[in-house]
């Protein structure tokens, strides 16, 4: 495909934040580019729980969320799982490499949001990273 976007290898991704607008959104954006967002939870035990029991491919999560846990706890679920997580929030928590593939920070772009999907799925398959946007880290 010489000008269009090319089909995304990491296809099924869950969503995890507790900011309904940021959350709406993400879906939204994420369905108009191609991907399959298996579903959309703020609680931790709902993360979990689609976690352990659908296909993913990656897992977007906020740091800071509704109730139960937090996303330390999702990524930490994901990562026995061997799903990678890419952290989007505020501040990058700590301990976010031992755990996830990355943080993008917020407030981001669209754009942004989606070149660091891009980024990370090329980390896991071992390409090269055309386009980091500004406020993703990467770990190895």
Same mark, same amino acid.
């Given at each position: 495909?010489?000008?269009?976007?090319?089909?995304?290898?990491?296809?099924?991704?869950?969503?995890?934040?507790?900011?309904?607008?940021?959350?709406?959104?993400?879906?939204?954006?994420?369905? =108009?580019?191609?991907y399959t967002v298996v579903a959309t939870v703020d609680r931790v035990?709902?993360?979990?729980?689609?976690?352990?029991?659908?296909?993913? =491919?990656?897992?977007?999560?906020?740091?800071r969320l509704s109730g139960d846990g937090d996303g330390l706890d999702?990524?930490?679920?994901?990562?026995?799982?061997?799903?990678?997580?890419?952290?989007?929030?505020?501040?990058?928590?700590? =301990?976010?490499?031992?755990?996830?593939?990355?943080?993008?920070?917020?407030?981001?772009?669209?754009?942004?949001?989606?070149?660091?999907?891009?980024?990370?799925?090329?980390?896991?398959?071992?390409?090269?990273?055309?386009?980091?946007?500004?406020?993703?880290?990467?770990?190895?």
């Amino acid at each position: 495909m010489l000008f269009g976007r090319k089909t995304p290898r990491l296809k099924r991704i869950l969503v995890v934040e507790d900011e309904p607008l940021v959350a709406f959104d993400n879906e939204h954006l994420l369905g =108009d580019a191609g991907y399959t967002v298996v579903a959309t939870v703020d609680r931790v035990t709902d993360a979990v729980r689609v976690i352990e029991t659908d296909g993913l =491919d990656l897992v977007l999560s906020d740091v800071r969320l509704s109730g139960d846990g937090d996303g330390l706890d999702v990524a930490r679920a994901a990562q026995a799982r061997g799903v990678p997580l890419l952290f989007v929030t505020g501040t990058c928590p700590m =301990d976010a490499a031992a755990i996830s593939v990355g943080c993008l920070a917020k407030p981001y772009s669209p754009r942004d949001l989606l070149a660091a999907i891009e980024a990370v799925e090329a980390k896991v398959v071992g390409d090269r990273i055309r386009r980091r946007p500004p406020g993703l880290q990467l770990f190895d």
